[in-house]
């Protein structure tokens, strides 16, 4: 069964003037284990695609199955619980709350599905771990490198036990080595844990990392 599969997506912008097509006919399904690299120049849909992939923005055509699920019909409340139960997000930025310490990064999203039990925190703990952060569990992100505070991100968005993980320029403040180190992690986790990943990517250098690549242009997505 397909994680999550995109089904003839198209978004369509209107202003008084014109109508702009970001996304045209977007077809694309990854499976369990499977981790896929979207290339593509500046306002190709790339942004666009990720946000419908995330359940932030719905298609004008088509749709999006998570798990065999249509989600398009889905209200906001419905949307919401999809992207907390099923949806990890890395971004370009760690974005780290700066007042909680790199475990509680991961507890403050756990606590966002319910109560915080000891064995959430020890999933948590054993996750961070797995990352190298075992020894930073009470630092705060002013202590952590750049890399490390990715690290964190991409604990956190794994954190939830969801079915998808969506990268956005994971590595886009990163210098190489910290790049490779990263993009080697999420795709070791999403194999370990058997995720289903998408990563948007300006750098190429990352693509040995993905099992395929897709270009998007003119909001035309074709496998490379």
Same mark, same amino acid.
């Given at each position: 069964?397909?994680?999550? #599969? /995109?089904?003839? $997506?198209? +978004?369509?912008?209107?202003?008084?003037?014109? =109508?702009?097509?970001?996304?045209?006919?977007?077809? !694309?399904?990854?499976?369990?284990?499977?981790?896929?690299?979207?290339?593509?120049?500046?306002?190709?849909?790339?942004?666009?695609?990720?946000?419908?992939?995330?359940?932030?923005?719905?298609?004008?055509?088509?749709?999006?199955?998570?798990?065999?699920?249509?989600?398009?019909?889905?209200?906001?409340?419905?949307?919401?619980?999809?992207?907390?139960?099923?949806?990890?997000?890395?971004?370009?930025?760690?974005?780290?709350?700066?007042?909680?310490?790199?475990?509680? #990064? /991961?507890?403050? $999203?756990? +606590?966002?599905?319910?109560?915080?039990?000891? =064995?959430?925190?020890?999933?948590?703990?054993?996750? !961070?771990?797995?990352?190298?952060?075992?020894?930073?569990?009470?630092?705060?992100?002013?202590?952590?490198?750049?890399?490390?505070?990715?690290?964190?991100?991409?604990?956190?968005?794994?954190?939830?036990?969801?079915?998808?993980?969506?990268?956005?320029?994971?590595?886009?403040?990163?210098?190489?080595?910290?790049?490779?180190?990263?993009?080697?992690?999420?795709?070791?986790?999403?194999?370990?844990?058997?995720?289903?990943?998408?990563?948007?990517?300006?750098?190429?250098?990352?693509?040995?990392?993905?099992?395929?690549?897709?270009?998007?242009?003119?909001?035309?997505?074709?496998?490379?």
């Amino acid at each position: 069964m397909a994680s999550i #599969q /995109l089904e003839n $997506v198209t +978004k369509r912008y209107k202003d008084s003037e014109r =109508e702009t097509i970001a996304l045209d006919q977007v077809s !694309l399904t990854v499976d369990k284990g499977e981790f896929v690299a979207i290339i593509g120049p500046s306002g190709s849909g790339k942004s666009t695609f990720l946000s419908i992939a995330g359940a932030l923005l719905k298609p004008t055509d088509g749709e999006v199955f998570i798990k065999d699920k249509a989600i398009s019909s889905l209200n906001e409340k419905e949307l919401a619980h999809v992207r907390l139960e099923q949806i990890g997000f890395i971004l370009q930025t760690a974005n780290l709350i700066p007042y909680l310490t790199v475990l509680d #990064q /991961l507890l403050v $999203v756990v +606590k966002m599905k319910g109560a915080i039990t000891e =064995e959430m925190k020890k999933i948590a703990t054993e996750l !961070l771990e797995d990352l190298g952060l075992g020894m930073k569990l009470k630092k705060y992100p002013n202590e952590l490198s750049g890399g490390e505070r990715q690290r964190v991100a991409i604990a956190r968005s794994f954190v939830n036990n969801p079915d998808i993980i969506l990268a956005d320029e994971p590595t886009a403040n990163l210098d190489t080595a910290r790049a490779h180190e990263v993009v080697q992690l999420i795709s070791k986790e999403v194999k370990s844990r058997n995720k289903a990943a998408i990563m948007v990517t300006h750098d190429k250098r990352m693509l040995k990392y993905c099992d395929r690549v897709y270009r998007i242009e003119d909001g035309i997505l074709k496998e490379e």
